[in-house]
């Protein structure tokens, strides 16, 4: 056993007990589960009325209908809620009562802007209208009545669907029925709590930094604690104490000046469709690695940091089968350790036109749009040198725009690759006070069947501005997901399952009343 390896069990060991210590010194008092089942449905008129609003980030007026609504609703629990100027589309801080002495400040992060809509892929009238729904014999999804969420016992497999359903708007209610839990049961949170939420995350969060370091001193926290995405595909309550960061870049590989009449031309101008499908066949090899020399570096995982991704227990034939292949890249040797390294993925292809507006043509140009999923060891501008130094050793002269009449008669191989923007990925240890704690809190409020024990992830795949918050507030954070993994977040038909939100609910419920650092 390496002295690394022993060094990591020993904090794990320790890290374990200071979790045992803070359950068995935690308030005993929590909500009952008929008080939380009760604030859940007391929250469904509220989270329909919210869904009804539209929130593309696009359309100011629409975010800021939005900001008031969310306002009024923390400020009716007793919350002290202002907005922050952003060009027209504000963030909303909550705050709720003064900071007590030795008690903790926790700032929660949540967004309430969504992806755009294209109303006709939807299975219902409109997006903005939630439609409960329940599947029938074949599985199907069929629409019921809305006031089924006022059952007695609520049914878990019940689903409400509309854009932001999960991302974001559902955590949002789960915290304010949290809250209302606790009114009714007569508690008061054991932290301080802070709250944030963004009104740009679905566009990259662009002000997000410059927001939260104009407001600092409003913003100062102990640990942050981001309720947003879904949980472990085991639907364990789940920590992310990590993400990756994304970047962006665009490829375009130029042809002859204008589309070309493939009888006449064919066998003779080259064809940039082609081009670029064999230059991108140069960045993976068959088994799905980036070959792009140093792209990798930096990335090693001990003997013990894989015994940690091995904990969450995934079921890879299960994912395989879910998803729909038969064997999935090489990157890793499990879905834990491929989000660890960074990715390369070609996100969209376009040349010419396919079906029925395709004709015989030589196209003058393709293009590959490109995201790159980045981690602390590689950065987003590193990749993109990485890429476009490998594109020039393939022979390819890059140019800025439509390429010029002296750099077509120079170059046989012309091409643009553009670099859109990107962010940091952030990780945190997972044996800080925040993890630790925040780790005591979901034990306590699940229980320690092995089906309900709190999965650990080291970092998930996805991407959320964390790196925006901890560069400007200077905090530690953990990622506390609440929904289901099949909600179809930035696609049609989003949807919330009803059990993940009671759980949502009794997981907010528990955060707010574990003590950290009396």
């Known amino acids: 056993m390496s002295n690394r390896f022993r060094a990591l069990l020993r904090a794990a060991c320790l890290a374990l007990a200071a979790t045992c210590a803070m359950i068995a010194s935690a308030q005993s008092r929590a909500p009952s589960d008929a008080q939380l089942q009760a604030a859940a449905r007391a929250s469904f ?23 008031d609504w969310l306002q009024r609703a923390f400020e009716r629990r007793g919350f002290s809620a202002r907005q922050l100027p952003n060009d027209g589309k504000p963030m909303l801080f909550a705050e709720y009562g003064k900071p007590v002495p030795g008690r903790r ?19 219902q ?48 209610l789960m915290l304010l029925a949290a809250f209302d839990a606790l009114r009714a049961a007569g508690i ?22 410059a927001v939260a370091k104009a407001h600092a001193d409003l913003l100062r926290a102990d640990g942050l604690l981001l309720f947003d995405g879904p949980r472990h595909a085991s639907n364990r309550p789940t920590l992310a104490f990590g993400n990756r960061g994304v970047a962006m870049a665009t490829l375009t590989v130029h042809g002859p000046r204008a589309p070309l009449h493939s009888g006449h031309h064919g066998n003779y101008t080259p064809n940039p ?16 690695r980036v070959t792009i020399p140093g792209y990798y570096d930096g990335i090693v995982l001990t003997e013990a940091e894989r015994a940690i991704l091995a904990e969450t227990g995934d079921d890879e034939a299960a994912m395989r089968k879910r998803v729909g292949i038969a064997k999935s890249d090489a990157v890793g040797s499990s879905y834990q350790e491929a989000m660890q390294y960074p990715s390369l993925n070609v996100r969209g292809l376009q040349s010419a036109a396919v079906g029925d507006k395709a004709a015989n043509i030589v196209p003058h140009k393709a293009v590959a749009e490109l995201d790159l999923r980045t981690t602390p060891e590689a950065g987003p501008e590193r990749l993109f040198a990485l890429i476009r130094d490998h ?32 962010s940091r990925a952030v990780r945190t240890p997972m044996d800080a006070p925040i993890g630790v704690w925040a780790h005591a809190a979901l034990r306590r409020s699940f229980g320690d069947a092995p089906d309900m024990r709190p999965v650990r992830i080291r970092m998930m795949g996805g991407s959320l501005p964390t790196d925006e918050l901890v560069d400007a507030l200077q905090v530690p954070f ?41």
């Open 105 to 123: 400040t926790i700032l929660f992060y949540m967004h309430f802007d969504g992806q755009p809509v294209l109303p006709e892929q939807w299975s």
């Open 188 to 209: 008061e949170p054991a932290i301080h709590v802070k709250v944030l939420l963004d009104s740009e995350e679905e566009k990259g969060s662009p002000t997000l930094g």
């Open 391 to 422: 594109v020039q050793r393939q022979g390819w002269h890059l140019v800025d725009g439509e390429p010029t009449e002296a750099d077509r008669a120079t170059y046989d191989r012309l091409a643009t690759l553009r670099y859109g923007g990107g």
């Open 45 to 67: 008129p509220e989270f329909l009325e919210l869904l009804a609003l539209p929130n593309d980030a696009i359309e100011p007026a629409d975010i800021r209908r939005n900001a």
């Open 273 to 288: 469709a082609q081009r670029l499908a064999a230059l991108l066949a140069t960045m993976k090899d068959e088994q799905g």
């Open 478 to 518: 953990v990622i506390v997901p609440p929904v289901n993994g099949d909600n179809n977040q930035h696609s049609f038909d989003e949807n919330i399952r009803i059990g993940h939100y009671l759980d949502g609910v009794r997981m907010a419920a528990g955060l707010l009343t574990m003590p950290f650092g009396e």
């Open 125 to 172: 009238p409109s997006p903005w209208q939630a439609v409960v729904k329940q599947r029938d014999a074949a599985g199907a999804w069929v629409p019921v009545a809305t006031a089924r969420l006022q059952d007695t016992v609520l049914d878990p497999e019940l689903r409400v669907f509309a854009r932001s359903a999960s991302d974001d708007k559902g955590p949002i």
